[in-house]
């Protein structure tokens, strides 16, 4: 049996955050009051440059997917903070139903899935916003000429041998 990973640390990358400043717009209508995390207000924290309301930063955080993989954010976008969190699960899905479908072409099985969203603390306002994902996957694989295979079918054909004998014939 052989095993195949897709994840960051595989073949495929996992959606990360790509620090692209300057081009991309801020989500929402003009002049709508912001929506902010709970207890966030408009007043700028000690230590902080501007209230989450105002932060720059968090307008033009791009976001963008390192893998070979065909799923949304092959180029960088702009995801508003609020929004983060739903897109960027949602993305990470489309790796899952990639690696099932990779699975299924290739006759192999799905063994694990896993994904995991990481978070990120804005070093201007300090609004915490998802800041990516990772999705990792196993898939086994059925591999007959497989020399591992063929020992461990070997030993399990060994320990099997005699414990379904009929004497009554």
């Not at 479908?101 to 998802?130: M, N």
Request: with cysteine; proline share 5%.
């Amino acid at each position: 049996m052989m095993i195949g990973q897709i994840g960051s640390y595989g073949l495929y990358g996992a959606m990360m955050m790509n620090p692209l400043a300057g081009t991309g717009s801020s989500a929402g209508v003009e002049g709508s009051k912001p929506i902010l995390n709970p207890g966030e207000d408009m007043q700028v924290a000690p230590g902080r440059k501007s209230s989450p309301a105002e932060c720059e930063t968090c307008k033009e955080r791009k976001y963008q997917d390192g893998s070979d993989e065909m799923v949304s954010f092959k180029s960088a976008a702009h995801i508003s903070p609020e929004a983060a969190g739903a897109k960027v699960r949602a993305h990470e899905q489309e790796h899952v139903v990639n690696a099932y479908e990779k699975a299924e072409q290739k006759g192999g099985k799905v063994i694990s899935c896993g994904v995991s969203l990481k978070t990120a603390i804005c070093p201007e306002c300090g609004r915490s916003y998802v800041a990516g994902g990772e999705t990792r996957t196993a898939i086994a694989y059925k591999d007959e000429k497989n020399p591992y295979t063929k020992d461990i079918k070997a030993v399990q054909g060994m320990a099997l041998r005699g414990s379904n004998l009929d004497l009554a014939g």
